[in-house]
């Protein structure tokens, strides 16, 4: 069965034969009789589970022995307020915005502990670009700096991330996460929502380095203290297991890009790169559609684009319907359209949108 093209920002798209085993698996998940959400999540067989999510994923990204990884829950949300809780020593920290979602971190956090912001594109405009690095103003005593490295929102990515600061580096990688190689040794903690590139909602990832753990604030939930969390391998509470089990399937397909791990996240890279690049020279070449992004940190997971005149937009988005191109609209705060095209968007679905667009831009 030919499924639609799914543009979704998250929770988006899944690799077709990752949902198809998730079905073939539903009622019986390798002779236990159980489905993985009927599991006890202390059974020897969710065990297994959780250990070769992990392991794939350490391999994947190559994360450092010296890096905890937690599943936790929450979202990247609750992450704006559960980093605080752990990283700030209620003293002070510091944040770039560069969009919707950094802004939502640095409002958050102010409710824990002195928030500088040491840059941000915050104006009437909306936000397009990344201030340029030799005009940001960190703290040299602030606990940490943390950026977001993609604004799923507003279609602007770091490409390389901001290491010359010497403060332990925070990450919100929610969109970001297995689309391209990470440097995680760059940075002190990264997190991400797992519905962008990971999997279902619901589970939340933390890569975070062992000494920042330790100095959660006293009034930090247990079940948020990432040292609780990693002393109990990811059990303190209960996990969602279904979630992870999910996740490390999406990690075995990653892996099976190509015959070696590594080398897969850059297969799947190399693959985003095209497709963004397909789209945005579609829309560089035209005269209806357009960017609002400085051409050096566009998205490559998430494009919003514009028609010059918005008064054709519900055309568009009908035509989009026809074709089974989904949920193209943009975001409620920024309009127009956007296409979020994560890991599981194949290049033939960008080439479906692109031929769409030239069809409308022809008549019209
Ligand atoms: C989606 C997203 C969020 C919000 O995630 P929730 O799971 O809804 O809390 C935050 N940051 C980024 C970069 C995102 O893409």
């Avoid at 494009?303 to 568009?316: G, I, K, Q, T």
Wanted: aromatic letters at 8%; one cysteine or more; charged letters at 20%.
């Amino acid at each position: 069965m030919q499924r639609p093209y799914n543009f979704s920002a998250g929770p988006a798209a899944m690799p077709n034969e990752v949902l198809q085993q998730a079905a073939a698996e539903m009622l019986d998940w390798h002779g236990s009789g159980m489905s993985v959400m009927e599991m006890s999540h202390r059974g020897p067989q969710f065990g297994s589970i959780l250990a070769q999510a992990e392991a794939d994923l350490r391999e994947l990204l190559a994360i450092p022995a010296d890096y905890h990884v937690l599943f936790m829950q929450g979202g990247a949300l609750a992450e704006n307020a559960i980093v605080p809780l752990n990283l700030s020593r209620g003293a002070k920290a510091d944040y770039v915005v560069t969009g919707s979602w950094s802004q939502k971190s640095q409002l958050e956090a102010r409710k824990f502990c002195d928030v500088h912001l040491a840059a941000s594109t915050h104006d009437t405009t909306g936000y397009g670009l990344i201030p340029p690095l030799d005009m940001w103003n960190p703290r040299h005593d602030a606990q940490y700096l943390h950026y977001c490295a993609n604004e799923t929102i507003d279609g602007v990515e770091f490409h390389v991330a901001p290491t010359q600061f010497s403060l332990p580096l925070v990450a919100d990688m929610s969109s970001t996460i297995l689309s391209r190689p990470i440097d995680v040794a760059a940075h002190a903690c990264i997190y991400a929502g797992a519905q962008k590139n990971i999997g279902p909602a619901g589970l939340t990832l933390v890569v975070v380095h062992r000494d920042m753990l330790g100095h959660a604030l006293p009034s930090c939930p247990s079940a948020f203290d990432y040292g609780v969390v990693a002393k109990n391998g990811s059990m303190y509470n209960t996990p969602p297991t279904y979630a992870i089990y999910v996740a490390g399937l999406v990690f075995q397909w990653v892996k099976r890009q190509t015959e070696d791990a590594l080398r897969g996240i850059a297969a799947i890279a190399e693959r985003n790169r095209k497709k963004a690049d397909l789209l945005y020279a579609c829309i560089d070449a035209s005269e209806l559609f357009t960017s609002r992004v400085a051409r050096e940190c566009r998205s490559r997971m998430n494009v919003p684009f514009f028609l010059r005149d918005e008064s054709l937009n519900d055309a568009f988005l009908q035509g989009t319907q026809q074709r089974q191109l989904l949920q193209l609209k943009g975001h409620k705060s920024v309009g127009g359209m956007r296409a979020s095209i994560y890991n599981a968007m194949p290049l033939a679905g960008v080439q479906a949108l692109v031929d769409y667009m030239h069809e409308f831009e022809r008549s019209h």
